[in-house]
């Protein structure tokens, strides 16, 4: 979704605008700009429909040079994605602004800053900003207060950076509801909406707060709170390696971190597990305690995370006996919840600023949870920093929107948190705990052995290149992992797919099967694998042709019709972890044939922050 880059130096910072923002590429996004303070003393920009590269070329025409500047990624929301609606958006010469969030009484104050006679040239809520800004330095000359009151005046949710013709020597930042990030240098200082984008230029970082307002100058930081009080923000150093930042060997990210899930499979399990048990401390201090009150849990999360939750329904009901709800976030949020006594509410983010997951964590809180936890991918995160307890998941990075290492790794802090409660509530059939962590310090080995079947799985994607729709089908715990592997078919092909649990399949979705319509299937060997193979019968006998990625004794033999890629065998436990492997290969290799953009597919975001 949006992105923000921000700089403010000795040296011309275009160019560091412009490598931020390609670095948030990834993020999703429709149209990008620059603004800068030139070196003839007034505010210059560059804006593009389209690719960063567009930005690229629109600056090799006409170059901006400057000291201090701002640049942004745009993801539609108010208006089309068009270069009149790309940011920044100025007021005037005076002013440029770029927002990330929505401003929800957009509408009231531009009509009230058009009777003050400013004059709109984009349909987006962002350009309120500026215009009240700039009405707010007629009494308030410092950029700074200006700034204080204007937002005081917004709804909504933002990240936002303002940079001022008449005070070239400071980049002001505000933010609500949107993450935003500065990066110390030496001499100069910048500022992102994530760090990734700044990790060119530092490793050095202060994260504001819900509320904070920033004034960053070349060799200062100042910081207010919401209640306006000057405060000190902990620097972060960042000591991961830039493992991210390029896609090595591989065509694309995706690919790349298909490959990552053994190495970042074994990092999630690093020091969390002990001789026979998981170390329940890997979810804090306080989480023992917490633990032995736990009676149910509630999870919340939205896309990939929400099928991550969806498995550890099964996980926590079957193994650990704890009664489990879960839902997506955007309708958790909006609903009027029944909260069952001593439940801990638990939400599954990749990145951790999801706006539904985030707002549903935040109502959790008035409704007298027993705790919150966050099994969450970024550390700083503002799901993270609100919440009681925190597993990170360490997948490191994910930079394709498609996600994939960020789900396995999810899956099995799942397992991790299942054989936890499990643990302190006594709950666990004797021996399932000691099994378990045995079998999960195997995981990574069999996730290797089911990545080395990638060559085969790219000759079966061939069954998809001209097919318009497909159905996937999974029982028992292997439903979400069906329904995670078309959501990625969809998400990156474009082909339109669907998730049925098997048993429904004669309830409707069989009406749709002919030999256009592929049906992919995931069998581990299991109590369920001959219902399972009834349900495949069904599919056979109207002519669909069935993609079947089973286990090795499970008893299902390639045929006409019948494509079969054996997997290695896995305990039932772990078995949706494995299974999705071959389905995110699938997905991948369908989406390379029809040469669609993998890493940033069309419409999509990686972090969705607004609602
Ligand atoms: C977007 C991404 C998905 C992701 C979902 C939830 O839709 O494209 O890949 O699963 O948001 O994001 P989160 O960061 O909360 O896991």
């Known amino acids: ?20 923002l390609k670095r948030l590429e990834y993020r999703g996004y429709d149209s990008a700009g620059v603004a800068v303070f030139t070196q003839e003393g007034m505010l210059d920009r560059c804006r593009r429909a389209g690719k960063v590269s567009e930005l690229e070329q629109g600056l090799v025409e006409g170059p901006l040079l400057g000291r201090l500047g701002i640049a942004h990624t745009r993801w539609a929301t108010h208006g089309a994605p068009c270069e009149r609606n790309a940011h920044p958006h100025f007021s005037g010469q005076a002013l440029a602004v770029v927002h990330n969030g929505i401003i929800e ?47 005081a005046e917004l709804h909504g949710a933002y990240g936002l950076a303002v940079i001022s013709a008449a005070q070239p020597d400071r980049l002001l930042a505000a933010r609500s509801g949107s993450p935003l990030v500065i990066g110390l240098g030496l001499g100069e200082n910048f500022l992102a909406s994530d760090q990734l984008a700044l990790r060119q230029v530092t490793d050095r970082f202060i994260y504001l707060e819900e509320g904070d307002i920033a004034e960053i ?98 996980w926590l009901e079957g193994l650990a006996g704890i009664p489990c709800q879960i839902e997506v976030a955007s309708e958790f949020r909006y609903r009027k919840v029944v909260v069952q006594p001593d439940t801990l509410f638990v939400t599954i983010s990749q990145s951790g600023e999801t706006a539904d997951t985030l707002a549903a964590l935040r109502n959790a809180k008035e409704l007298g949870y027993l705790a919150s936890l966050a099994i969450c991918n970024v550390g700083t995160s503002s799901l993270v920093r609100e919440s009681d307890l925190t597993l990170l998941t360490l997948a490191g990075p994910e930079i394709g929107v498609a996600s994939t290492k960020a789900f396995t790794t999810q899956l099995v802090s799942l397992m991790l948190l299942t054989l936890s409660l499990g643990q302190v509530r006594g709950t666990l059939a004797a021996g399932v705990e000691a099994d378990l962590v045995e079998e999960l ?73 002919d030999a256009d319509m592929p049906v992919v299937t995931v069998a581990p060997n299991n109590e369920l694998v001959e219902k399972l193979k009834s349900n495949l019968q069904e599919v056979r006998a109207r002519g669909g042709e069935l993609i079947v990625f089973a286990d090795r004794e499970a008893g299902i033999d390639n045929g006409e019709g019948t494509h079969v890629v054996a997997m290695p065998h896995i305990g039932d436990a772990l078995a949706p972890i494995l299974y999705t492997i071959p389905l995110q290969l699938l997905s991948y290799y369908v989406a390379v044939l029809k040469g669609t953009d993998v890493d940033q597919p069309r419409n999509l975001a990686k972090s969705v922050t607004v609602e």
């Open 441 to 513: 310090r195997r995981l990574p080995t069999r996730l290797g052995e089911a990545l080395a079947m990638d060559k085969t799985v790219e000759k079966v994607a061939e069954l998809f290149a001209e097919k318009n729709h497909t159905l996937f089908l999974g029982r028992g715990a292997q439903y979400p992992v069906a329904m995670e592997g078309s959501l990625k078919l969809k998400e990156i092909s474009y082909i339109h797919a669907e998730a049925y649990p098997a048993g429904e399949l004669k309830h409707g979705p069989l009406a749709l099967v």
């Open 1 to 20: 979704m949006c992105g923000i880059v921000g700089a403010i130096a000795e040296r011309n910072i275009t160019p560091i605008l412009v490598e931020g």
């Open 105 to 151: 009484n957009h509408e009231a104050l531009r009509e009230q800053l058009k009777g003050l006679g400013y004059a709109f040239t984009s349909d987006t809520d962002t350009e309120v900003i500026v215009h009240l800004l700039n009405h707010k330095l007629k009494e308030l000359p410092d950029l700074a207060d200006a700034l204080k009151a204007a937002v």
């Open 217 to 314: 100058r070349r060799d200062s930081v100042k910081i207010w709170d919401q209640a306006g009080q000057a405060v000190q923000r902990e620097q972060v150093q960042y000591h991961e390696g830039a493992e991210a930042a390029d896609k090595g060997e591989y065509r694309h990210f995706m690919l790349k971190e298909i490959h990552e899930q053994p190495k970042v499979v074994q990092r999630t399990l690093e020091g969390r597990l002990g001789d026979d048990h998981v170390l329940v401390n890997a979810f804090g201090p306080r989480a023992a305690e917490l633990f032995a009150k736990v009676r149910n849990v509630q999870i919340v999360a939205c896309g990939t995370s929400y099928h991550a939750g969806m498995v550890a329904r099964y």
